[in-house]
């Protein structure tokens, strides 16, 4: 049984944990976070210890350090996680700044511990998918890949996503998920442009990314903090012999309507498709196979790097006004 | 009666003109110019009117021609309006205006100098999804607009549109200027800076771009981008699409001018087709067209307009040249 302790009592911390408690290889037994009631929170609904101090981190007892803190930590803790022997799993983005991501790939290749960077996307069903239709060329060679992402301004005014410092808006921390499929799916990226609104937080992000593939594929992304509906995304590739095309919100195989207090007027309409395990379970179950095989996850500390270093790109255009970055 | 002259059927628009015409009372075809002469006597017949050899004739006093819709080649709007220009008609011009500034600069004052007005075909001013969000936007609905997603992707309409001797260019020349047109008279401001990616990418042995990517300012600061490329698969459903994703600080909005349609699968030829239905965004622009001829009122659509959107096809394809972002207005 391998123990996890979790780095970030937010909200992917919780989701993380769930997952690896289910998981039968690995149990949740520490919860660490800087605010200590959020740690004893998360550490009472799954059964494991709040830590006392971040060097409990390293203890003996710790296999797997899952980091789920805001952005800019993920560095800190992920090296002296790998420095301590510990396996890695750790939220996108990697890291703020690639000078984070070097010596990230460095501390965990020196440790020879298993890193992997949460890009869910490799485990959601359509995303999946649809790379496979790509790469068996059902479309033919790709000319222009769009993508959405499209959200509320994640945790409200006052949270740290507002923190263009900190989150680097919609783009490094959201449309990250598109630049790795793409990166995944195309190859590497040439060159950037983009246009964004992230001084405008809170409450507003909006960006739209241009990317350029050294295959030639033009790729269209666009990453919204601005929308007041439910999340959603979409994607739509067009190729010389074809259309891929999927809308998240097109698709629900359940949508359930609940009767609010008001006669006839429904309290909220949430469509869904309920998979037999969530994308996030999938893919901290390939990260534990890889812990207890010692494989190479599906997601490199190498692709992690790519996908920051295409959003940091983005935000440099953008705050250029103008600039391409060659990458 | 309002008695209008197409001169050429190259574009296929002029058919779609022609129909909407024959669908209103008091408009009518009254007669055909084409260069191509078979043509234009196939299509005079084909809409119960006459066809006339040299645009001079078609615009003799006797025949009474009011105004011209012109359709021809991108690279003979200039040619064919200025001969409209020279008959003393109104003219309602297919877009783009032209493929060069100085070309359509010299349009636009030849019509000045011959006292007739210069509209340009940009019949998505007409839909009434447009006009809605046109209303917002001025209104201040949706606060003030920070960002526009547009896309106006399409089929590769093939024939001279992929010769760029006639067309000017490819994808972009053809389907940069709807959108564009659509930003600058929401916002009420134009482009000064404009990025773009293109390639050819659909069918590489094109002739002509069938893929790009634009990237603009607005001068009062409001970022978009547009889809202009014939990305459209020759079996989609319908010919293709006009979005607009409009984000404010009041609020965002959504615009999908074609979207209105019936679902149709057809087993005798194996098709899945979107037949659309409702507004015929043609039809009312050249009704507006021939009210303007008819009252002398100013059109609504002009030359200027013209000019402007297609300035930034022509920046999107220096910037691509480039790899750099192009200001303009153009120098």
Redesign the interface.
Known sequence: MLSVAICGAGGLGRNHAENFDQIPDTEVTLVYDVVDEAAEALAEDVVARPAEQESDLWGDDVDIVVVTTPTPFHHDYTVKAAQAGKHVFCEKPMCRDMEQAEEMLQAVEEAGVTFMVGHVLRFFAEYVRARKLILDGVIG????A?TSRINTLPGGPESWFSNYEMSGGVTLDMTIHDFDWLLWTFGPAE?V?S???PE?MPP?D?G?T?I?FES???A?C?G?W???GQFRTHFDI??????LRHSSTDMPTLTVQRRGEQEGVAAVQVPESPAAKSPYLLEDEHFVQCVLNGTQPAVSGEDARAAVEVALAALESNES??E?IEL | MTRLGIMSFAHLHADFYATAIAGLDDVEVAGVWDDNADRGREKAAEYDTRFFPTPEELFAPENEIQGAIVTSENINHKRDVLAAAEGGVDILCEKPISVSVEDAQVMIDECDRAGVQLMISFPCRYSPAFGRLLEMVREGDLGEI??I?GTN?GENPGGWFNDPELAGGGAIIDHTVHVVDMMRTMLEEEVV?V?A?I?T????DLPCD????L?M?FEGGC???L?A?W???DN?PIWGDVTM?V?G?G??AWADLFVERVDVWRVTDGTYLWEPYGHDANAEMIADFARCVETGAPVPITGFDGLKAMEVALGAYRSAEI???VGLPLA
């Open positions: 060679d790709v000319g222009i769009r060159r442009y246009l964004g609104v405008r507003i909006y739209l241009t350029r030639g594929v033009i269209h666009e919204s601005a929308d007041l067009a190729g010389t012999d074809g259309l006004h103008g391409v | 920070l960002c997603k992707r800076k990025y990616e390639d990418l659909f069918d590489p069938d893929a790009g990517i990237s300012n970022m978009a981008t889809d490329s990305s459209r698969p989609y994703a984000i600080t609020g965002n790899n750099e972002p």
